[in-house]
Nanobody, 121 residues
Framework: QVQLVESGGGLVQPGGSLRLSCAASENIFSIFAMGWYRQAPGKQRELVAFITSGGSTNYVDSVAGRFTISRDNAKNTVYLQMKSLKAEDTAVYYC???????????????WGQGTQVTVSS
């Protein structure tokens, strides 16, 4: 059973930065693509970024150029570096170990518990 634990959320001012971490319980990056989702109050959960087992990355337009997804295979950890944060980035952020096929990321049942990011002055 794969377990994912997110950390790194918090309160940050607009224009600030945060780095989220998602630690996996085992070495899964050769099997799964990894995605970061977020869910704001009253909104559906949306895919923000993903990284394939081969290391290719993809971002939703609203965060492209501001967020960077990366991973450390030795630490079984995926990161989401967030810069130039905006109020609309406020959400609970979740990581998922999913599947990549035909340019699409599909989530699996393996979710972390989420970490709150609040962007406010």
């Amino acid at each position: 059973q794969v377990q994912l634990v997110e950390s790194g959320g918090g309160l940050v001012q607009p224009g600030g930065s945060l780095r989220l971490s998602c630690a996996a319980s085992e070495n899964i990056f050769s099997i799964f693509a990894m995605g970061w989702y977020r869910q704001a109050p009253g909104k559906q959960r949306e895919l923000v970024a993903f990284i394939t087992s081969g290391g290719s990355t993809n971002y939703v337009d609203s965060v492209a150029g501001r967020f960077t997804i990366s991973r450390d295979n030795a630490k079984n950890t995926v990161y989401l570096q967030m810069k130039s944060l905006k109020a609309e980035d406020t959400a609970v952020y979740y990581c998922n170990a999913g599947y990549y096929s035909s340019s699409y990321f599909s989530p699996s049942r393996y979710w972390g518990q989420g970490t709150q990011v609040t962007v406010s002055s």
